[in-house]
Nanobody
Framework: QVQLVESGGGLVQAGGSLRLSCAASGRTSSTNGMGWFRQAPGKERKFVAAISWEGTRTYYTESVKGRFAISRDNAKNTVHLQMNSLKPEDTALYLC????WGLGSPKSDDYDYWGQGTQVTVSS
């Protein structure tokens, strides 16, 4: 089993920045492709960003390109999401996900493990 714990969420004004972290423990050999998703109240879960095992491939949903950056530190079993120029529409519960497949994916079905999430609230 793999446990994923997110941190770094909070309340920030529009235009501000936050850095989310996801720490993996347990069977970390299964945490190859990693991703971030978000879910606003009453809405479906949506893809935000993903990164391959080596960190050489990254993927972003269109609305966050140029503002968010995903990175990973395999030695520490952590994944980060740097979020800049935040907007009120970025408000959501942000969830970290891990896949045994190594390339990273925008599809939630490709992920095997999920964290509980960290809340991000952006005020206008």
């Amino acid at each position: 089993q793999v446990q994923l714990v997110e941190s770094g969420g909070g309340l920030v004004q529009a235009g501000g920045s936050l850095r989310l972290s996801c720490a993996a423990s347990g069977r970390t050999s299964s945490t190859n492709g990693m991703g971030w998703f978000r879910q606003a109240p009453g809405k479906e879960r949506k893809f935000v960003a993903a990164i391959s095992w080596e960190g050489t491939r990254t993927y972003y949903t269109e609305s966050v390109k140029g503002r968010f950056a995903i990175s990973r530190d395999n030695a520490k079993n952590t994944v980060h999401l740097q979020m800049n120029s935040l907007k009120p529409e970025d408000t959501a519960l942000y969830l970290c996900a891990a896949s045994t497949w190594g390339l990273g994916s925008p599809k939630s079905d490709d992920y095997d493990y999920w964290g509980q999430g960290t809340q991000v609230t952006v005020s206008s």
